[in-house]
């Protein structure tokens, strides 16, 4: 990220210098190559956003991890061979090493050794811009560290800087496993104040009726780019992973004025680390409680079937069991005409859009629009003028609907009006 500078990794102070990253996979059990491969690819992008240049890439066929060394004793001796040659900063493993592991793996190898939980919370630390983001991430870092400390000692000779040593942990591993604990307390504290406000203001929100659409999905789907196209408004979109971290709401006029919220949110990816679910909850309930969620798919992402699921279990995992979804298959301009004939076959409600050249943007504001209720119709309402309680509904059918004739005959007050549908039960439709 602009201005931001990778601690100890130059020479001259305040200017960052990439690093040289060694990417490590395992092909375990009955994987297959191809999916440890991609699982690699994405690896790679994930390590170029926190930084890192790839240098080397290693695979290993094993039926399951060395329990102490992670890789075979001979594949070891082959990275550390490699890692020398290539003058690798970072070693990178694409699973969640244990930390006596990492820490053998460490000292066979003479690098750094960071796994895809630590790299995953080093992007996300990166990102964090609001005091809410950054608490997220802080919290998310210090339960990652706890059960780490054991070997303290070690942990602290690590502190070289650069890919995985970002983040509260800088300055907080000097401090012993109490401190954390007091740190892991305040932290969740503030951040239970930063739900408590987002929940109030999502009841306001819901008090006022308007509905709010979801923008969920797996990293780099397109959700931001889509957020602006519908919302107009300028938020960043980018080809690197999880640029997103904190909700952006904004509200959607439509063209007979009326109105939704839109919020975009932070991205999912495969093996989200669990903690940082965790310590996303507050972000997440933005979704959770949406009316509902618009899972945008990259529509030209070769593993496309794995990313859906992987979103699919996020969603699980948070508790949107019971969320109305809808899929929405983004960056449909970059699919040919048999990959889009497939695409439908395959789902025929499938709604294909463009963000980046507004193709079926309409389609999809109408497929909304209908699952939200909030189509129109027409109704005639008829209300005591003299009741305080109706004069009340009268005036939310005003803030609500659109009026076409206001009478008043025999005492008794007549109002023909467009409800939109979810609204026709409070409303007092007659
Ligand atoms: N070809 C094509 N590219 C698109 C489309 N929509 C978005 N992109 C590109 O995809 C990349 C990711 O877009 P973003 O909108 O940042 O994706 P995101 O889902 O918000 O990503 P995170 O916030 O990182 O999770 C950018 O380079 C966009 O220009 C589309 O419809 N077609
Ligand atoms: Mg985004």
Redesign the pocket.
Known sequence: MAGQRLPGTSGRPGVARRERAALVGLIAGRARRLDADRSLDELAGLAQAAGGDIVLRVLQERPKPDPSTFLGAGKIQMLAASAAETDVDVVIFDNELTPAQLRQVEEKVGRKVVDRTQLILDIFARRARTREGKLQVELAQLKYLLPRLVGASTALSRLGGGIGTRGPGETKLETDRRRIRTRIHAVSEDIEHVRKRRAQSRERRHKASVPTVALV?Y????????FNVLTRADAE????????LDPLIRPVRLPDSRELLVA?T??FIDRLPHALVAAFRATLEETVDADLALH?IDAAAPDRDRRMSAVRQVLEEVGAVNLPLLDVY??C??LTFDERRRLQDQDPSALCV???NGQGIDELVETMTSRLALDVQRVTLTFDPDSASDRDRIARVYRHARVALHETRDGQVSIVADVPRRLLGRLGHV
């Not at 990293?219 to 889509?226: S, V």
């Not at 979109?237 to 997103?244: G, H, I, K, N």
């Open positions: 999905g990293t780099n789907a397109g959700k931001t780019t889509l979109a980018s080809d690197a992973l999880f640029v997103t975009d932070v991205g945008i983004n960056k301009d970059a463009s963000a980046l």
